[in-house]
């Protein structure tokens, strides 16, 4: 089993930017699909975005297309989460995701979870 930690969360202001970093330990990540995910306050948890394997395909949700990016490193066991122009509604706790498929972590079909880091934007 592998096991997944962010890092990287924070308070910023609106139009910044953050980036989050999910490290594994247990297992390497690289035979995996890995991916963010996010719950605002008060709402369910959603995908945001995924990247294959090899980091050869990415899908991303349009609520953050062009505005985030996610990238791997597989010789360092992590995966990034870069995030521009950052708003008040991106507020949420972040969890990176990993699972077999990109179509299973859109799915959000019973990936290895993190436990998550807080972002905050204000306005």
């Known amino acids: 089993q592998v096991q997944l930690v962010e890092s990287g969360g924070g308070l910023v202001q609106a139009g910044g930017s953050l980036r989050l970093s999910c490290a594994a330990s247990g297992r390497t990540l690289s035979g995996y699909a890995v991916g963010w995910f996010r719950q605002p306050p008060g709402k369910e948890r959603e995908f945001v975005a995924a990247?294959?394997?090899?980091?050869?395909?990415?899908n991303y949700a349009d609520s953050v297309k062009g505005r985030f990016t996610i990238s791997r490193e597989n010789a360092k066991n992590a995966v990034y989460l870069h995030m521009n122009s950052l708003k008040p509604e991106d507020t949420a706790v972040y969890y990176c995701?990993?699972?077999?498929?990109?179509?299973?972590?859109?799915?959000?079909?019973?990936?290895?979870w993190g436990q998550g880091t807080q972002v905050t934007v204000s306005s």
């Open positions: 995701g990993a699972g077999p498929f990109t179509s299973n972590l859109v799915a959000m079909k019973n990936p290895y």
């Open positions: 990247i294959t394997w090899n980091g050869g395909n990415t």
